[in-house]
Protein backbone atom coordinates (compact mmCIF):
# COMPACT_ATOMS: atom_id res chain seq x y z
CA UNK A 1 0.00 0.00 0.00
CA UNK A 2 0.85 3.25 -0.57
CA UNK A 3 0.93 6.62 1.77
CA UNK A 4 1.10 10.05 -0.10
CA UNK A 5 1.20 12.44 3.15
CA UNK A 6 0.02 15.60 0.84
CA UNK A 7 -3.65 14.21 0.61
CA UNK A 8 -3.16 13.48 4.61
CA UNK A 9 -1.73 16.96 5.29
CA UNK A 10 -4.11 18.72 3.01
CA UNK A 11 -7.31 17.10 5.37
CA UNK A 12 -5.74 18.42 8.46
CA UNK A 13 -5.54 21.91 7.07
CA UNK A 14 -9.00 21.67 6.59
CA UNK A 15 -10.13 19.96 9.46
CA UNK A 16 -8.08 22.60 11.90
CA UNK A 17 -9.57 25.40 9.82
CA UNK A 18 -12.95 23.92 10.67
CA UNK A 19 -11.73 23.42 14.42
CA UNK A 20 -10.33 26.89 14.49
CA UNK A 21 -13.58 28.71 13.07
CA UNK A 22 -16.01 26.56 15.65
CA UNK A 23 -13.10 26.91 18.91
CA UNK A 24 -13.04 31.02 17.43
CA UNK A 25 -17.26 31.09 17.70
CA UNK A 26 -17.16 29.71 21.33
CA UNK A 27 -14.72 31.90 23.00
CA UNK A 28 -16.89 34.71 20.96
CA UNK A 29 -19.85 33.61 22.62
CA UNK A 30 -18.42 33.30 26.39
CA UNK A 31 -15.85 36.27 26.14
CA UNK A 32 -17.85 38.01 28.65
CA UNK A 33 -17.47 34.78 31.39
CA UNK A 34 -13.97 34.59 30.65
CA UNK A 35 -14.45 31.18 31.79
CA UNK A 36 -10.84 28.75 32.00
CA UNK A 37 -12.64 27.24 28.37
CA UNK A 38 -12.77 30.16 27.01
CA UNK A 39 -9.18 30.85 27.81
CA UNK A 40 -7.86 27.33 26.37
CA UNK A 41 -10.29 27.67 23.15
CA UNK A 42 -8.22 30.85 22.50
CA UNK A 43 -4.90 29.11 23.06
CA UNK A 44 -5.87 26.49 20.99
CA UNK A 45 -6.91 28.86 18.26
CA UNK A 46 -3.46 30.36 18.61
CA UNK A 47 -1.58 27.37 18.61
CA UNK A 48 -3.66 26.14 15.35
CA UNK A 49 -3.16 29.54 13.77
CA UNK A 50 0.54 29.00 14.24
CA UNK A 51 0.20 25.52 12.82
CA UNK A 52 -1.71 25.76 9.86
CA UNK A 53 0.97 27.97 8.02
CA UNK A 54 4.00 25.32 9.13
CA UNK A 55 1.59 22.65 7.47
CA UNK A 56 1.46 24.37 4.08
CA UNK A 57 5.31 24.89 3.83
CA UNK A 58 5.34 21.44 4.45
CA UNK A 59 3.10 20.27 1.71
CA UNK A 60 5.04 22.12 -0.41
CA UNK A 61 8.09 20.38 0.52
CA UNK A 62 9.49 17.55 -1.69
CA UNK A 63 8.56 13.90 0.05
CA UNK A 64 8.26 10.65 -1.00
CA UNK A 65 5.31 8.62 -1.43
CA UNK A 66 5.98 5.93 1.37
CA UNK A 67 5.26 1.88 1.08
CA UNK A 68 3.35 0.77 3.97
CA UNK A 69 2.29 -2.98 4.44
CA UNK A 70 -0.72 -3.72 5.49
CA UNK A 71 0.74 -6.85 6.86
CA UNK A 72 3.57 -5.65 10.00
CA UNK A 73 4.98 -9.71 9.44
CA UNK A 74 4.46 -9.04 5.90
CA UNK A 75 7.22 -8.20 3.10
CA UNK A 76 4.52 -7.42 0.34
Known sequence: ML???K????????DLTQLSSLLAA???????LQSPEA???EEAVAT???LI????????APMT?????????CED
Open 7 to 14: PLIDRSIA
Open 39 to 41: RAC
Open 53 to 60: PRLQVARN
Open 48 to 50: ISN
Open 3 to 5: LDP
Open 26 to 32: AVRCDSL
Open 65 to 73: VLRVSGCPS
